[in-house]
């Protein structure tokens, strides 16, 4: 490793990978503790599929990817996520091959998220980091063999320019939004249409330097196909799409998404034959598949739920507080908290503290760290493996998490025994896909809080209900703290949707609950 152009503290960070390469089995940077996930120092020590040289790479024999592709075409069953099945698809569709080998049967586990994940990939997005990546991914190139095009190299420097600008027209609010709000904004339009001009520019230069080498070549496609996805986001404004942005805190992004993916899926299984089988703890809303069939428009599959294995009357107790107040009061966070201290002493730590938003996430921590003497992990502190590894390890800790801890954590033994949950987990109704979801359905006549909102909302509580009971000797508390539960008649629809607990509004329920088990020297 070389410290040239590096900080001393991106030195150390390369460091620390280039040690780590030598020794993983898989390449997957999750496993590297020591250097953050988000760490911009990984865009040096990585490929991503636009910089990627494939065969013309000296080290494509030693590839991870490589190696990981070529042990899947002599498997006989595969197991991959959601994002990679969506990305061989896209692939397939577009001509360019395959990523995965051909299947008679596709299993789809907690499909309840196939839909969402299907959707970015039917869409486009275009961000700073790609066009900032493409600029300078272009200028090592011109650095390494094109020296004799200067109008190259102030391409390249003009189009990042003209990305900073546009990223600081968007102002300091970080925010998703509707597209109709930029153009009501003549700076940001004004600065849409310079980075389109300075994309087309560069993309000019790099089809004349494209004859030289494979990494210049490799450039202008991905160029070509920028400027051709960032025309069609600016100029189509057909009713099958919905154009939205996103503000990050150095970045943005520019997306267009299909209004209703049921079509393009169902599209999709007819081009590609096989048996299709989706499954998932949470398909169903108060025993039926109607949400979950429409949207992915397999309205004509069959369907067949079991009960579960699990004892929930004798292994769980579902608490709901009374005396808190709407979600919306600004004293609810603060109260949560004081109305779940007493829980967490009772259960002696062991607990996964689910929020529905960061902010509200970053206002219990600020109000916890001082209140409780159990080891408190935040997400976000630390990558979600180690995190959950530190839980697991002190056996008494505190977890607070956001969406991604509601969902596809496994944590059995004592080490888990409280589930606390401050609200309903409605998606944000200012979201611009799911506004431009709700209003399409309002125009077709359909009642959209009570179709898509409630059961969407539903499944997403039962995902973070979940958490609790892993297995048939696990024990614990669910504390749910909105009072809408029963304040609210669609209430029922969620209430009708949790696991049969045992339910109590009582404090001194949950804490003779958890001396019962310790009583009895069993695991809470």
């Known amino acids: 490793s070389t410290t040239l152009g590096f900080s001393k503290e991106d030195a150390a960070a390369l460091a620390k990978i280039d040690t780590w390469a030598k020794r993983t089995k898989t390449g997957d940077t999750?496993?590297?503790?020591?250097?953050?996930?988000?760490?911009?120092?990984?865009?040096?020590?990585?490929?991503?599929?636009?910089?990627?040289?494939?065969?013309?790479?000296?080290?494509?024999?030693?590839?991870?990817?490589?190696?990981?592709?070529?042990?899947?075409q002599e498997c006989e069953i595969l197991v991959v996520n959601h994002h990679l099945l969506c990305a061989d698809w896209s692939i397939r569709d577009s001509g360019f091959g395959e990523l995965l080998p051909n299947a008679e049967v596709v299993i789809i586990d907690e499909a309840h998220q196939l839909a969402d994940t299907a959707s970015n990939f039917?869409?486009?997005?275009?961000?700073?980091?790609?066009?900032?990546?493409?600029?300078?991914d272009a200028l090592i190139e011109y650095f390494n063999d094109a020296t004799d095009m200067p109008d190259l190299r102030s391409a390249c420097e003009d189009l990042e320019h003209e990305v900073k600008d546009l990223r600081l027209a968007f102002g300091i609010e970080l925010k998703r939004g509707e597209w109709r709000e930029l153009e009501h904004n003549p700076q940001i339009m004004a600065g849409l249409h310079a980075v389109k001009e300075q994309l087309q520019r560069l993309t000019d230069q790099l089809e004349l330097a494209s004859v030289k080498?494979?990494?210049?070549?490799?450039?202008?496609?991905?160029?070509?196909?920028?400027?051709?996805?960032?025309?069609?986001?600016?100029?189509?404004?057909?009713?099958?799409?919905?154009?939205?942005?996103?503000?990050?805190r150095k970045t943005f992004t520019l997306s267009r998404t299909p209004l209703d993916i049921a079509g393009e899926f169902r599209l999709f299984m007819q081009h590609h034959k096989a048996t299709w089988i989706f499954t998932s703890a949470t398909l169903s809303v108060a025993n039926k598949f109607d949400h979950f069939a429409n949207n992915l428009g397999l309205s004509e599959a069959g369907s067949a739920s079991w009960a579960s294995p699990f004892d929930y009357a004798h292994q769980s107790l579902f608490y709901h507080p009374k005396g808190?107040?709407?979600?919306?009061?600004?004293?609810?966070?603060?109260?949560?908290?004081?109305?779940?201290?007493?829980?967490l002493k009772a259960s002696k730590g062991r607990a996964f503290f689910l929020f529905t938003s960061h902010r509200?996430?970053?206002?219990?921590?600020?109000?916890?760290?001082?209140?409780?003497?159990?080891?408190?992990?935040?997400?976000?502190?630390?990558?979600?493996?180690?995190?959950?590894?530190?839980?697991?390890?002190?056996?008494?800790?505190?977890?607070?998490?956001?969406?991604?801890?509601?969902?596809?954590?496994?944590?059995?033994?004592?080490?888990?025994?409280?589930?606390?949950?401050?609200?309903?987990?409605?998606?944000?109704?200012?979201?611009?896909?799911?506004?431009?979801?709700?209003?399409?359905?309002?125009?077709?006549?359909?009642?959209?809080?009570?179709?898509?909102?409630?059961?969407?909302?539903?499944?997403?509580?039962?995902?973070?209900?979940?958490?609790?009971i892993r297995d048939?000797?696990?024990?614990?508390?669910?504390?749910?703290?909105?009072?809408?539960?029963?304040?609210?008649?669609?209430?029922?629809?969620f209430l009708d949707s949790v696991p049969p607990m045992k339910r109590t509004r009582e404090l001194a329920d949950v804490q003779a609950f958890f001396l019962e088990q310790a009583s009895e020297g069993t695991k809470v």
């Open 30 to 72: 999750s496993e590297m503790a020591d250097v953050q996930e988000a760490d911009p120092v990984w865009y040096q020590a990585t490929s991503t599929i636009d910089n990627c040289l494939g065969q013309d790479c000296a080290d494509y024999a030693e590839c991870f990817l490589v190696k990981a592709r070529k042990k899947a």
């Open 472 to 493: 048939e000797t696990d024990r614990g508390v669910l504390m749910v703290c909105d009072p809408r539960l029963l304040k609210r008649a669609y209430g029922q629809m």
């Open 324 to 343: 808190l107040p709407h979600p919306n009061d600004p004293q609810f966070i603060p109260l949560i908290i004081d109305f779940a201290l007493p829980v």
């Open 122 to 136: 039917l869409g486009i997005t275009v961000g700073a980091k790609q066009l900032n990546d493409l600029a300078q």
């Open 213 to 248: 080498t494979k990494g210049l070549d490799s450039c202008f496609k991905r160029a070509d196909e920028l400027v051709k996805q960032l025309q069609v986001i600016l100029e189509n404004n057909s009713g099958k799409w919905i154009r939205w942005y996103e503000v990050h």
């Open 360 to 468: 509200a996430l970053k206002q219990a921590e600020d109000l916890l760290k001082n209140k409780i003497t159990y080891p408190l992990l935040v997400q976000g502190s630390r990558p979600k493996a180690i995190l959950l590894e530190q839980f697991k390890k002190a056996g008494n800790a505190v977890l607070l998490g956001t969406s991604s801890f509601w969902e596809g954590v496994d944590v059995r033994g004592e080490a888990l025994s409280c589930v606390i949950i401050d609200k309903l987990p409605f998606a944000s109704p200012g979201d611009p896909v799911l506004k431009a979801r709700l209003d399409a359905m309002t125009q077709q006549g359909k009642n959209p809080f009570f179709e898509y909102q409630i059961p969407a909302a539903v499944i997403a509580l039962r995902q973070g209900i979940g958490r609790l």
